[in-house]
């Protein structure tokens, strides 16, 4: 798909070095791929955190009923 609209942002030099040293730890060859799969994922990302919360609370509530 090409890539024909651009978005700004300004961050601190401390955020900007964060946000670099994340994309670069998980892989990702530049900054502007990182940045767009974490805008149009994030919910993904929260879906996958609810439901892993979700099955944790389960097992601990199986734990406590047969213990």
């Known amino acids: 798909m090409a890539k024909t609209h651009i978005i700004n942002f300004r961050v601190s030099k ?3 070095e964060r946000i670099l040293q994340e994309a670069q730890s998980k892989g990702y060859v530049t900054l502007a791929s990182y940045l767009r799969n974490l805008a149009l ?14 099955q944790n609370v389960k097992q601990l509530l199986e734990l406590m009923k047969n213990g």
């Open 14 to 16: 401390q955020q900007s």
């Open 41 to 54: 994922n994030k919910n993904q990302l929260i879906e996958e955190k609810i439901i892993e919360t979700n």
